[in-house]
């Protein structure tokens, strides 16, 4: 009888073990998962959700960051950073993942090495180009010929198309610009600018325009601020958003915003933005660009016009 009592004692001391740990088990585990959970929820994936970063065509850096610049306003938790770089550069970096939107003066499927297919395209504004004179070449109209010679070479002198004795200096963007790329096919319809100076960034093209007598280059609208260069017409045309919306200016292309895939998070937020009423009816024009509103025309990667 004494051994059956041990036996029984013995038999719910581990039983009363065996619940003991398992339920120690079970509240361990739960622990576990909730920190697990709460490790995964303060990640890097939060950082992704409020910092995008923004790069691209130096046309334009002046309409995204100014746009950025509101936005976080009113979004303090956001950070967006806008950089430069050329349509180039903001087409291959948003292609291999390393930005969030990639901006660019020409359509993907102009850019060698660019797989248009991967990309989605949000053109978001329209920018017009044209010839930038500094003052003392006395000249403010080009016709489209005389624009083509001055840029190729074939005239040297100011006083060939009228203006004032003095030697002609060429200021071009790289061969990466799509800035480039929208002046030579609309503005000089295709033709090899001749060598000059060659820069990166559309500010020190206006700089050295401004101050070397006798250069001419070209820039988007948004850089003709100031007195400092002139705003050249072509045909007696000025660059205006009304002459560009019309499409009675050639030279204009769209400022595309691409994103790998479709837009997510904060860079979709951001270009919902960048298309909103706040934004094309003051910013852009604001800005110097065309809100894409104001268009009546418009153009496919080969350059046909169409009415809308």
């Not at 504004?125 to 489209?144: C, F, R, S, Y």
Request: aromatic share 6%; proline share 2%; net charge negative.
């Amino acid at each position: 009888m004494k051994k059956m009592k041990l036996s029984v004692l013995l038999a719910m001391f581990a039983l009363v073990i065996g619940v003991l740990a398992a339920c120690g088990g079970n509240a361990g585990g739960e622990q576990s998962e909730e920190d697990n959970s709460g490790s995964s929820n303060s990640g890097g994936g939060d950082a992704s959700e409020t910092s995008i970063v923004v790069a691209g065509s130096s046309a334009m850096q002046p309409l995204v960051a100014a746009a950025a610049e509101m936005y976080q306003e009113d979004n303090t938790d956001a950070d967006i950073q806008v950089n430069a770089g050329g349509s180039g550069a903001g087409l291959s970096q948003v292609q291999e993942g390393s930005i969030d939107i990639g901006n660019s003066d020409v359509f993907a499927e102009e850019k060698e090495g660019i797989d248009a297919d991967a990309l989605v395209d949000h053109q978001v504004a329209v920018v017009g180009m044209t010839a930038a004179i500094n003052p003392e070449a006395g000249v403010d109209n080009l016709t489209k010929e005389q624009l083509i010679d001055v840029f190729t070479g074939e005239v040297t002198n100011w006083s060939e198309v009228g203006g004032n004795d003095m030697k002609i200096t060429l200021v071009n963007r790289p061969d990466s610009s799509g800035t480039r790329a929208t002046f030579v096919k609309y503005g000089l319809e295709g033709a090899t600018p001749a060598e000059g100076i060659t820069e990166d960034s559309s500010n020190t093209v206006k700089q050295i325009v401004g101050d070397t007598d006798g250069a001419i280059g070209y820039l988007a609208l948004s850089y003709f601020d100031d007195d400092s260069i002139v705003k050249a017409k072509i045909d007696g045309v000025e660059a205006t958003n009304e002459t560009i919306g019309s499409g009675d200016f050639p030279i204009w292309a769209y400022q595309h915003s691409y994103t790998k895939g479709e837009a997510e998070g904060l860079a979709k937020e951001f270009l919902d933005y960048l298309l909103s009423d706040e934004v094309q009816s003051s910013i852009v024009p604001d800005q110097g660009y065309v809100p894409m509103t104001d268009m009546q025309v418009e153009r496919d990667a080969e350059g046909n016009l169409t009415d809308k």
